[in-house]
C-alpha cells in the first residue's frame, strides 16, 4: 500500500495535551510549511552531530537553539572556542568525517511495517483500553527511525512521494555503520536496531544533567564529589527536558538502577499537577507513542526516571512533570553507552 507523504503528514494527528505551553509548540510544528527549503548545510552538520554523539535532537536542517546547544557541546568536547556558532574551526573538526547529509534508502517492511495505532487516542482511560501505543503511519515511523520529523522528509522529497515498500526516500543519513549491540538484552537490541543507533559506542562512566541547559552530559572519568569540580572528559551530549515549576529537577546526586524498555505505565493523577486527583490510575500500554515512549531508566528518587517520550520535536522546548525526558532515539543510545547503575549528578 502507498500513500502520499502529504496524506500521511495531514493524518499524523498529534496527542493532546493539557499544557498550553505544549498545544502552542504543537501547534507551530504541525503548521510548519512541509515545502520549506531545506538547508542541506545544515542538515549535514546536525547529521554529523547526532553521528558523534552530540544530538541536536530531531534533524531538520534549520537553525535554533537545540542545534547551538549540540555545537556548544561539541565544541567543549573538542577543545574548540565553545560558541554555539557553525564556525569554521567547528566545520572543518566535524567534516574529518565525509558522511554526506542524506541517504536514498528503498524502504522496507522494517522501515515502514506497522502495526499502527491510528486515530490515537488522547485520554489516558481510552489508551487504556488498547494493547500497544504504535506510531501512527508510515511517515512518524520513518521520522523517528531517521532521526528527523514527518515535515523534514516531506521537505526533502516532496509532498506528492509515494511512501511504501519498495518506495525511495531522501532521508537524513544516520544509518549505522555496526548494528552489533554487545551486551544489550533481547528487548534492548531490537529497538537499538529500530531506532538506527550505532552499534560503536564509547563507555561512560557517570552524567551530569544541566537544568539551566537543557543537557544530559556524558563523561568518562571519576565521579566529582559534592563540592567538586566536573573535569572528567566530556563524551556525549544530548537535550533533554528537566521538569517544571511544579515538578523541578531534584537537584542532587542519584544512580539509575534499572533499565526497562517498551514499558507500560502507571497512570496516577495524584502524581500529576495539572490532572484532578479524583481521576481513576490506568495502566497504560507500552509503545513509543506511550507517555514514557520506547524506555525507562530508573533512578533511585521515587518517581522519576529517565525516559523517552511521544512528541521528539518538543524536547526542551516544553515543560515535564519532573522526569527526564529525551527523543527515543536519543534514550536508548544513552541506555547502550551507560551500564545500569551508573551516578547521575543534576545541577541548576
Not at 509532498?159 to 534492548?188: C, D, F, H, M, W
Not at 556525549?236 to 533499565?259: C, E, I, R
Not at 479524583?278 to 497504560?284: G, I, N, T, V, Y
Request: glycine share 10%; net charge negative.
Amino acid at each position: 500500500m502507498f500513500l502520499t507523504a502529504a496524506a500521511l503528514l495531514a493524518g499524523a494527528a498529534f496527542a493532546q495535551s493539557n499544557t498550553a505551553e505544549t498545544n502552542s509548540a504543537q501547534s507551530n510544528a504541525a503548521s510548519a510549511n512541509p515545502a520549506a527549503k531545506i538547508d542541506l548545510g545544515l542538515l549535514q552538520a546536525q547529521v554529523l552531530l547526532d553521528e558523534a554523539g552530540f544530538s541536536p535532537g530531531a534533524i531538520d536542517g534549520r537553525a535554533g537553539s537545540s542545534q547551538m546547544k549540540a555545537l556548544r557541546g561539541f565544541q567543549q568536547a573538542n577543545g574548540l572556542p565553545v560558541t554555539g556558532k557553525l564556525d569554521e574551526k567547528t566545520k572543518q573538526e566535524l567534516g574529518r568525517d565525509s558522511r554526506p547529509a542524506t541517504v536514498d534508502v528503498k524502504l522496507s517492511a522494517e522501515d515502514v511495517g506497522g502495526p499502527f495505532t491510528y486515530p490515537m487516542p488522547s485520554k489516558p482511560e481510552e489508551q487504556a483500553k488498547l494493547d500497544f501505543l504504535g506510531y501512527r503511519n508510515m511517515l512518524e515511523k520513518l521520522a523517528e527511525r531517521y532521526h528527523t520529523t514527518p515535515e523534514t522528509i516531506v521537505a526533502l522529497n516532496g509532498p506528492e512521494k509515494l511512501i511504501g515498500v519498495g518506495q525511495t526516500l531522501t532521508l537524513p543519513n544516520v544509518v549505522p555503520a555496526s548494528r552489533e549491540y554487545t551486551g544489550a538484552n533481547p528487548k534492548q537490541a531490537p529497538l537499538l536496531n529500530a531506532l538506527n543507533i550505532e552499534g560503536s559506542q564509547p563507555r561512560g562512566d557517570y552524567v551530569v544533567v544541566d537544568k539551566s541547559d537543557g543537557t544530559l552530559k556524558v563523561y568518562e572519568g571519576e565521579f566529582p564529589s559534592e563540592s567538586g569540580k566536573i573535569d572528567g572528559k566530556l563524551l556525549a551530549q544530548f537535550l533533554v527536558t528537566t521538569g517544571s515549576s511544579h515538578d523541578p529537577l531534584p537537584l542532587g546526586n542519584w544512580k539509575a538502577t534499572t533499565y526497562s524498555f517498551l514499558p507500560p505505565f502507571n497512570y496516577q493523577p495524584d502524581l500529576f499537577w495539572d490532572v484532578s486527583d479524583d481521576k481513576a490510575e490506568h495502566k497504560l500500554p507500552p509503545g513509543p507513542n506511550g507517555m514514557v515512549g520506547v524506555a525507562w531508566l530508573d533512578l533511585t528518587k521515587e518517581h522519576y526516571g529517565i525516559h523517552g517520550t511521544p512528541e521528539p520535536q518538543l524536547i526542551g522546548k516544553t515543560q515535564s512533570h519532573g522526569c527526564l525526558r529525551m527523543t527515543n532515539w536519543d534514550v536508548m543510545r544513552l541506555s547502550l553507552i551507560m551500564k545500569p547503575g551508573f551516578q547521575a549528578k543534576f545541577v541548576a
